[in-house]
Nanobody
Framework: QVQLVESGGGLVQAGGSLRLSCAASVRTFSDYTTAWFRQAPGKNRTFVAVIGGSGYITSYTQSVKGRFTISTDNAKNTVYLQMNSLKPEDTAVYYC??????????????????WGQGTQVTVSS
């Protein structure tokens, strides 16, 4: 059983930055693909970014490209989401998710086995 614990959310003004962390209770973090999803009030949960277990492959949803960066520290079993130039439309609960090796689309939340509890990010205008 893998446990994921997010932290780093909060309230920030538009244009500001936050760094989210996702700590995983696994022995070999590099065996997992880890992603961030977000869910705004009244909306579905959607893909934000993903990083392969090696840390070399990343992908982002178009709206955050150039502003968000996903990275991993396998020694600490932690994945980060650095969020810069935040906009009010980035306001959501952000969830960390992980899965083992799979040929399924990285953007499909149904393919992720493990989820964190979520952390709130609020961007004021």
């Amino acid at each position: 059983q893998v446990q994921l614990v997010e932290s780093g959310g909060g309230l920030v003004q538009a244009g500001g930055s936050l760094r989210l962390s996702c700590a995983a209770s696994v022995r070999t973090f590099s065996d997992y693909t880890t992603a961030w999803f977000r869910q705004a009030p009244g909306k579905n949960r959607t893909f934000v970014a993903v990083i392969g277990g090696s840390g070399y492959i990343t992908s982002y949803t178009q709206s955050v490209k150039g502003r968000f960066t996903i990275s991993t520290d396998n020694a600490k079993n932690t994945v980060y989401l650095q969020m810069n130039s935040l906009k009010p439309e980035d306001t959501a609960v952000y969830y960390c998710a992980a899965r083992g090796l799979s040929p399924s689309s990285w953007r499909d939340l149904a393919t992720y086995t493990y989820w964190g509890q979520g952390t709130q990010v609020t961007v004021s205008s």
